[in-house]
């Protein structure tokens, strides 16, 4: 009996991964996964009925009651807002100009465009798809490989998740108890340095198979590239950006008060671009409570699931199983992140993230790296900025990535979902090589915070 009840925090987990493939909802089954084993705890004798009861003050008193988690919404709305406003589409015409001679400019084009739409809605399905219809047929017609062309966009779409004012990263920040600004600071880094390595892929590719990404010649460029169409098309985004990102660096306001900013910016850009009508502020208000009702939703599972591990002893038994059995810090590491990349083949970022961050994110903080992060305080940092890195390849893995579906429901005829598959497995191996890089030299994201003080 004694081995029973000291194995129960694995025995969730062994019950909690046949559930998540069941298909029911996820936020459901976090929260069943905690009610049942905590039953079976209130039974074994081990726990007091009314100890349950107190998940509702943590929800309560804890993810509702937070003030950062209201910049979910409002960076929900902004996205929306600016999938809406035109920007992109002007945006994308003024790049196709400026890089008309270079090997592979259009896809440049489009890596840019997916760096700048990350910075402003940090939406994937937004970006991807704004993308898809904007790019994609123009790449086609133009003789680009399909493969090329859909890879492109759909990793530079997903950069979204990672360069702020990214949703994830303010969600991780409150399930670490940590500064969403932070987090951001540290984020810029791995994010631009992964969008450098997609354009010299690009760009070598292209000029060593100059057949895979025609230049567009002087035919396709019948606008003029002129100093007032470059201002009009950068000022209104790059604003935008400077608003809410400035605002937070610059100690000006917290990443809830920016997102506010942020969600009026993006209603002025609509209205100036004349879009801002009650039937679109109706749809994107209704899309955005969607989405936000559904991630509280997983909030409040996940709650319930994590704080029944936590009653039932499961930090103290893996802690006690790493330090008993001698494992080394980068090997805890590694399994972790081998086993993040997997789940990314079947679940969705917020999944894996509420699953894995409250459970193991103490044990990683508890971890000694020695002089590899000779800074204390910076290990909850770094960790969070690789899973983020490492979540980004879950839009991009099949069977599950969303990235995937987005694009195939927005593709034109004659793009097949192979063509897309084909073309995302070097921009994975890209992310994974990001990772590793970032494994290898934390400084790469923990360098900007300790400049900035955060």
């Known amino acids: 009996m004694e081995i029973i009840i000291e194995l129960l925090p694995v025995l969730m987990f062994l019950a909690l991964v046949p559930l998540l493939f069941s298909g029911f909802p996820v936020a459901f089954v976090l929260g069943g996964v905690g009610l049942l084993?905590?039953?079976?705890?209130?039974?074994?004798?081990?726990?007091?009925?009314?100890?349950?009861?107190?998940?509702?003050?943590?929800?309560?008193?804890?993810?509702?009651?937070?003030?950062?988690?209201?910049?979910?919404?409002?960076?929900?709305?902004?996205?929306?807002?600016?999938?809406?406003?035109?920007?992109?589409?002007?945006?994308?015409?003024?790049?196709?100009?400026?890089?008309?001679?270079?090997?592979?400019?259009?896809?440049?084009?489009?890596?840019?465009?997916?760096?700048?739409?990350?910075?402003?809605?940090?939406?994937?399905?937004?970006?991807?798809?704004?993308?898809?219809?904007?790019?994609?047929?123009?790449?086609?017609e133009r003789g680009y490989d399909k493969a090329l062309a859909t890879g492109t966009i759909a990793a530079s779409g997903t950069l979204g998740i990672l360069l702020p004012p990214s949703i994830m990263l303010v969600v991780m920040a409150d399930l670490l108890s940590t500064s969403a600004g932070g987090l951001f600071l540290a984020a810029i880094g791995p994010s631009l340095f992964l969008a450098a390595l997609y354009m010299l892929y690009i760009f070598g590719r292209t000029a060593m198979a100059p057949h895979l990404a025609p230049p567009l010649g002087a035919d396709a460029a019948a606008g003029q590239l002129t100093f007032m169409r470059i201002l009009r098309s950068f000022v209104p985004p790059i604003l935008l950006i400077i608003l809410v990102l400035g605002s937070i660096f610059g100690g000006f306001a917290t990443p809830t008060e920016a997102s506010g900013v942020g969600a009026a910016g993006a209603l002025v850009l609509a209205a100036l671009n004349k879009k801002l009508t009650f039937a679109t502020l109706k749809d994107v208000v209704e899309k955005s409570a969607l989405t936000t009702t559904m991630l509280f939703g997983l909030f409040v599972g996940a709650t319930a699931f994590s704080y029944v591990f936590a009653l039932l002893g499961g930090h103290d038994l893996i802690l006690s199983a790493i330090n008993q059995n001698g494992i080394s810090p980068w090997l805890v590491l590694a399994v972790l992140m081998l086993a993040v990349f997997l789940l990314g083949f079947f679940f969705d970022w917020i999944e894996i993230t509420l699953i894995?961050?409250?459970?193991?994110?103490?044990?990683?903080?508890?971890?000694?790296?020695?002089?590899?992060?000779?800074?204390?305080?910076?290990?909850?940092?770094?960790f969070a900025i690789l899973m983020a890195v490492n979540l980004q390849t879950s839009f991009l893995t099949p069977p599950f990535g969303f990235a995937l579906f987005y694009m195939k429901g927005a593709a034109p005829d004659g793009v097949r979902l192979a063509d897309i598959y084909r073309g995302i497995i070097p921009f994975v191996l890209l992310q994974l090589f990001g990772l590793i890089v970032l494994l290898l030299w934390p400084d790469l994201a923990l360098w900007l915070p300790r400049v900035m003080g955060k």
């Open 37 to 140: 084993f905590w039953l079976i705890a209130v039974g074994l004798g081990i726990e007091n009925p009314n100890s349950f009861f107190l998940v509702v003050s943590r929800i309560f008193g804890g993810v509702v009651n937070k003030l950062v988690l209201v910049a979910i919404p409002m960076f929900i709305f902004m996205g929306t807002m600016l999938e809406r406003s035109g920007v992109a589409k002007e945006l994308l015409y003024t790049l196709q100009l400026m890089t008309r001679r270079v090997p592979g400019g259009l896809a440049l084009s489009v890596t840019v465009l997916g760096v700048i739409l990350a910075a402003t809605t940090g939406i994937i399905g937004a970006s991807v798809v704004m993308m898809t219809l904007l790019a994609l047929p123009v790449m086609i």
């Open 356 to 382: 894995i961050l409250p459970v193991f994110a103490p044990i990683i903080a508890a971890l000694d790296f020695g002089s590899h992060l000779p800074e204390a305080g910076t290990v909850t940092v770094w």
